[in-house]
């Protein structure tokens, strides 16, 4: 149909279209029909000869297309369609918790999991033993209380959910506490204020943006008071001439007040990243022993699991919190409590956890391991890009991601690549569009003049080669 224009005078008439039916006999059709159904080719083949219609109608085809060039273009837009919208990506942007790209994978043993309780019926709120009515956070209850230290511990729908819960539980119609510098804005519209607003709270700051003492939190606390709230401030800094009150001193002036005091960690960790060489990340065993009343942090993070979010804390309080009606609407399904219980007890192994774990199997990686898989790529990444691009293994820095240690960088290594000769920096932007375009796409950073292919997040080098075997001629 993109036949070029020869301005001939026997224009072809839109009349001499090949019918639907004449299409539909073609063996490209006939393929078609098996793969995608009888309606939907019949369907693609109509959208096809309208298309060649307006066309010939516009004067912008010089011939008449056959009933198999027809089939052969309707059988493109069905392929194109049943193409799923959201697939897998090579994610070599060095960020390993890439909140676009779908933060943590999953341990293999929560994947076949999550998968079981896809294909079952299963025990989600059935007690076996008893053949009773059971709960459905008791899959994860006292893996949660064993892994934290907490008392109780109960689950939602993501760590927003998490703190929208405990906010509305212990505050509504009341004032939550916060110091000016912890107000963040997580991303997206995740914006404390609001979420307090939401909640029905209302927020009371004290201090200011880089200092708040113990006596702001101790002059804001009186009758109004529903809680205190710390939130660490995960994805910034401030640095220089500061003052922040420490959990455990806060702690102990919400005690003497009879306030509760919720943490929220945000990415939170089970696993004390200083063992991967990385600065502390405050744990969350640490923050209950801190002295925090709750706890919230979320699944997908640090802690390398489907996307949930944990409230852990006292007794009392986590059970008012299951008693909100709102609890219902967080609460999380049978797929990914499945998953979730797989991947907690892969921390009761901290040996292996580096290895069962991906998020921390791939934050684990050295740079010489990643620059050794570089070298051993590069010459076939250039083989395939072709004679306009240069392929360089260089080293880089990959970070985290999802708001943990945000000042931390991960030396690591990857492929640089560079349009060589006269091919221009327009030649770059269109090799990533190429590689976004694969049928497996591989999503990299510009940076510096060069696509730059962070190899931390690459465990499949064969797949990626392979997926590169896709692209076409470049320009
Ligand atoms: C990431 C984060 C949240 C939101 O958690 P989600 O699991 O993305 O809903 C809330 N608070 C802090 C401090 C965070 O870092």
Redesign the pocket.
């Known amino acids: 149909m993109d036949a070029p224009l020869d301005g001939s005078l026997s224009r072809p008439s839109p009349r001499d279209l090949p019918s639907v039916d004449l299409v539909l006999k073609t063996p490209a059709a006939q393929l078609a029909s098996e793969r995608f159904g009888r309606a939907a080719t019949t369907g693609a083949i109509r959208a096809a000869l309208d298309e060649a219609r307006a066309f010939l109608l516009a004067g912008q085809l010089a011939s008449l297309p056959s009933a198999d060039h027809v089939a052969l273009a309707a059988g493109d837009a069905l392929e194109r369609t049943a193409r799923a919208s959201l697939r897998p990506v090579f994610n070599l942007t060095g960020t390993v918790l890439h909140t676009n790209l779908g933060r943590a994978l999953l341990a293999e043993e929560a994947v076949e999991a999550a998968t079981a309780a896809m294909r079952s019926a299963v025990a989600l709120e059935y007690d076996i033993d008893t053949g009773t009515r059971g709960e459905r956070d008791d899959h994860v209850r006292d893996l949660l209380i064993e892994l934290t230290g907490a008392e109780d511990a109960t689950v939602v729908n993501?760590?927003?959910?998490a703190?929208l819960l405990v906010l509305n539980t212990l505050g509504l119609g009341r004032e939550a506490v916060v110091s000016r510098g912890e107000l963040?804005e997580?991303g997206g519209a995740?914006r404390m204020p609001d979420i307090m607003a939401r909640a029905g709270v209302k927020l009371v700051e004290v201090g200011t943006t880089n200092r708040t003492h113990p006596r702001d939190y101790a002059g804001a606390l009186g009758a109004e008071t529903g809680l205190v709230l710390k939130?660490?401030t995960?994805?910034y800094r401030i640095e220089g001439f500061t003052r922040e009150v420490s959990a455990r001193e806060l702690g102990e002036i919400a005690r003497a007040r009879g306030v509760p005091l919720v943490n929220?960690?945000?990415?939170g960790t089970l696993f004390d990243l200083a063992r991967l060489g990385l600065a502390h990340e405050p744990t969350v065993r640490e923050a209950v022993m801190e002295g925090a009343d709750i706890v919230t942090f979320?699944g997908?993070?640090l802690l390398g699991g489907p996307?949930t979010?944990f409230i852990v804390g006292r007794a009392e309080l986590i059970a008012k919190i299951n008693a909100n009606p709102m609890k219902r609407a967080l609460r999380v399904d049978k797929i990914r409590l499945a998953a979730l219980e797989a991947t907690l007890k892969l921390y009761r192994d901290p040996e292996r956890l580096a290895v069962k774990l991906p998020t921390l199997r791939l934050l684990a990686r050295s740079r010489g391991e990643l620059a050794a898989l570089g070298e051993a790529l590069a010459l076939d990444v250039a083989e395939r890009l072709g004679p306009t691009f240069a392929v360089e293994v260089v080293e880089c820095a990959s970070q985290i991601g999802?708001?943990a240690l945000p000042l931390e960088t991960l030396p690591s290594a990857g492929l640089a690549i560079r349009p060589v000769g006269a091919a221009s920096g327009g030649a770059l932007n269109a090799l990533a569009a190429a590689l976004r375009a694969l049928p497996l796409p591989v999503i990299g950073r510009i940076t510096e003049g060069a696509l730059l292919l962070d190899l931390r997040c690459l465990e499949d080098p064969a797949g990626f080669l392979a997926s590169l075997g896709a692209l076409g001629t470049l320009p």
Do not use: M, P, R, Y
């Open positions: 993501n760590n927003a959910a703190v963040i997580i995740f939130v660490h995960s994805n929220d960690l945000g990415s979320s997908d993070k996307q979010g999802s708001g």
